[in-house]
């Protein structure tokens, strides 16, 4: 059973500071990872991707991965209260049969108060 | 820019009714899944395909059904609506299985059995 599990929420943080979302992962044959947001009602829209060791930084956003640790995390700098959402871990599996398939964690609620 | 087109928005069926989900892209793109989302959870795979005629079990297949007669449609059906089938419905394409292709999601349905 490939598990991706977040840190529970919810999440609360005042506007300004660094929010921190974790994410961990059982299958050691993951290959890449996803970090979407989502509003209430809405659908998941992609915000990062991140596939090598390290981190990788796109504005106010940085995902961090440790595939030894299989472990991922996106800090959110800056924090608005327009960041207020669930934000979903994806997980996609390595090999010829994963089929671009994802597994999904459950979601951690931030909320970004002023 | 279409991208993935979900139908209906909102459907509010009775116990043992059937209806289908209609999902279509404009992308081209050869994979196809339907997943769903319950209330504060993350997102669990129903059914995939890789291509028109090729189709396959996800995570939560039981009480529904798929088809994947052309590259664009991937319909979902559901012939005995169960209060359990009660969630939100997203479908989702990526043009290929390679590791640093994300999913693009639809809207999504939003069904209720009652």
């Known amino acids: 059973q490939k598990e991706v599990e977040q840190n529970s929420g919810p999440l609360s943080v005042p506007e300004g500071a660094i929010a921190s979302l974790n994410c961990t992962y059982s299958?050691?044959?993951?290959?890449?990872f996803f970090w979407y947001r989502q509003y209430s009602g809405k659908s998941p829209e992609l915000i990062m991707s991140i596939y090598s060791n390290g981190d990788k930084e796109d504005g106010r956003f940085t995902a961090q991965l440790n595939k030894a640790s299989q472990y991922v995390s996106l800090l959110i700098r800056d924090s608005q209260p327009s960041d207020s959402a669930t934000y979903l871990c994806a997980v996609r599996h390595g090999g010829g049969t994963s089929y671009g398939k994802l597994t999904f964690g459950q979601g951690t609620i931030l909320t970004v108060h002023p | 820019n279409a991208g993935v087109t979900q139908t209906p928005k909102f459907r509010i069926l009775k116990i043992g009714q059937s209806m289908t989900l209609q999902c279509a892209q404009d992308?081209?793109?050869?994979?196809m899944y339907w997943y769903r989302q319950d209330p504060g959870m993350g997102l669990k795979l129903i059914y995939y395909s890789v291509g028109a005629g090729i189709t396959d079990k996800g995570e939560v297949p039981n009480g529904y059904n798929v088809s994947r007669s052309t590259t664009e449609d991937f319909p979902l059906r559901l012939e005995l609506a169960a209060p359990s089938q009660t969630s939100v419905y997203f479908c989702?394409?990526?043009?290929?299985?390679?590791?640093?292709?994300?999913?693009?999601f639809g809207d999504g349905t939003r069904l209720s059995i009652l």
């Open positions: 989702a394409s990526t043009g290929t299985a390679d590791s640093n292709q994300p999913q693009h």
């Open positions: 992308m081209n793109h050869n994979y």
């Open positions: 299958d050691r044959g993951s290959q890449s």
